[in-house]
């Protein structure tokens, strides 16, 4: 019930377009959404965050959708550039209780 | 910007030794996090660290793990005796004082065991 399960593996997208990866928990007890960028060499960076009072949270090329009743939250990551190309990790944790990782996606932006 | 400092970057040890890696959080943050990631895979959480004690640990924090924080700003993980396995990332992470908000990680100690 802890498990947090990630969408695609891996992704390659073209520069310009939009990037997706999806994530899907469990337990219905979390109450905060993070997602992670990790760059190869680096710890995990946040990158952007959301509460499922929301349904959606922009910032800036970066957008979460969060579906409460599916269980579903995913990345949107518009106008892709190769500046992008790192492994982002969807989160999930309930107050200030361990974070449960996704198991990751390498995003490539390719030219 | 304040930030989680881990050294050291990188530990090459032989099977059987002990290691001490080492954290310095952000310093008004309370709660403190050991994870770790085996190369290519997910992130993984070691043990959780408030008030002086720890407060959840996972499966994998047996009891050649320990953590502590010896003069209230290191905090530090200790693998009695380390195994092959136990190569991996190690990240510190600190979250802070009103909680509920982002967790701050370290850049890493990579543990290669040979």
């Known amino acids: 019930q802890q498990q947090v399960k990630q969408s695609p593996q891996s992704l390659i997208v073209q520069k310009g377009g939009i990037s997706i990866i999806n994530c899907a928990y469990e337990n219905t007890a979390f109450d905060y959404f993070p997602w992670y960028q990790q760059f190869p060499g680096k710890g995990p960076a946040l990158l952007i965050a959301?509460?499922?009072?929301?349904s959606e949270k922009k910032e800036g090329r970066f957008t979460i959708s969060f579906n409460k009743s599916a269980k579903q939250f995913s990345l949107h990551i518009m106008d892709s550039q190769p500046g992008d190309s790192a492994t982002y990790f969807c989160?999930?944790?309930?107050?200030?209780?361990?974070?449960?990782f996704g198991t990751g996606t390498r995003l490539t932006i390719i030219p | 910007e304040p930030e989680v400092t881990q050294t050291p970057s990188h530990q090459v040890t032989q099977m059987g030794q002990e290691v001490i890696l080492r954290c310095v959080p952000i310093s008004n943050h309370l709660y403190f996090y050991w994870y770790r990631q085996i190369l290519g895979q997910k992130v993984e959480f070691l043990v959780s660290f408030y008030n002086n004690e720890i407060s959840e640990k996972s499966e994998i924090f047996d009891d050649q793990f320990s953590v502590e924080r010896p003069d209230g700003s290191n905090f530090t993980l200790k693998i009695r005796s380390t195994k092959l396995e136990d190569s991996a990332m190690y990240f510190c992470?600190?979250?802070?004082?009103?909680?509920?908000?982002?967790?701050?990680f370290g850049q890493g100690t990579r543990l290669t065991v040979v």
């Open positions: 992470a600190s979250f802070p004082r009103t909680g509920g908000a982002e967790a701050f």
């Open positions: 989160a999930a944790t309930k107050g200030n209780e361990k974070l449960t």
């Open positions: 959301i509460r499922p009072d929301v």
